[in-house]
């Protein structure tokens, strides 16, 4: 059974602060890795994906990614009240197509 | 349209009546994807249609679930013999074929509301 696993949360951080989301995933023959933002009611939008080791970075939002670890996260820096949403991770498996789902970790920051 | 579309929206039903959920994915998008989103949850794989290839139905939860793609573009998603605990978002999600293409684009939803 390939698993993704997320801690749930509820994560609390202060306007302007850095959150900090984490990830880790069974299938070594992962190759693809993306973090989608779930506001309540609403469906998952992509905001990062991943495929290399290290950090990928667009804008305030900071992709790492360690293979070796199988662990995957996702810092938001100077974190505002509209980012506060679920946060899901997901990978694609050694199958390339099939995207399986953490359960999300709910952000609220707090202005 | 730009983006994947899902009709109804809402759909509230009797426990043992069938339901259809529709998805029109993104044209030109080869695969499409139904997932289950329980309250609280997160996402379920249901089933993968890519191209003219025999769909992946692992994530069929029962035989009372069955999902058809007519022409490669629109996907039809029944429940037959509805019960409460199908009660959940039906999120459908589209994708292009290719080398960089793995992002999935997702529709807005289906709430089921099973009675």
């Known amino acids: 059974q390939k698993e993704v696993e997320q801690n749930s949360g509820p994560l609390s951080v202060p306007e302007g602060a850095i959150a900090s989301l984490n990830c880790t995933y069974s299938?070594?023959?992962?190759?693809?890795f993306f973090w989608y933002r779930q506001y309540s009611g609403k469906s998952p939008e992509l905001i990062m994906s991943?495929?290399?080791?290290g950090d990928k970075e667009d804008g305030r939002f900071t992709a790492q990614l360690n293979k070796a670890s199988q662990y995957v996260s996702l810092l938001i820096r100077d974190s505002q009240p509209s980012d506060s949403a679920t946060y899901l991770c997901?990978?694609?498996?050694?199958?390339?197509?099939?995207?399986?789902f953490g359960k999300g970790t709910l952000l609220t920051v707090n202005p | 349209g730009a983006g994947v579309s899902q009709s109804p929206s809402n759909k509230v039903t009797e426990k043992g009546k069938d339901v259809e959920l529709r998805c029109d994915p993104i044209?030109?998008?080869?695969?499409l994807y139904w997932y289950r989103q329980s309250l609280g949850q997160g996402l379920e794989f249901l089933i993968y249609f890519q191209g003219n290839s025999a769909p992946d139905k692992s994530g069929l939860p029962s035989d009372r679930f069955s999902a058809e793609r007519t022409g490669g573009s629109v996907s039809t998603l029944t429940i037959q013999r509805t019960q409460q605990e199908d009660s959940a978002v039906y999120l459908c999600?589209?994708?292009?074929?290719?080398?960089?293409?793995?992002?999935?684009?997702f529709g807005p939803g289906t709430r089921l509301t099973v009675l």
């Open positions: 299938d070594r023959g992962s190759q693809s």
């Open positions: 044209s030109g998008h080869t695969a």
């Open positions: 997901a990978v694609f498996g050694s199958s390339n197509y099939k995207l399986t």
């Open positions: 991943i495929y290399s080791n």
């Open positions: 999600a589209s994708r292009a074929s290719g080398a960089g293409t793995d992002t999935q684009y």
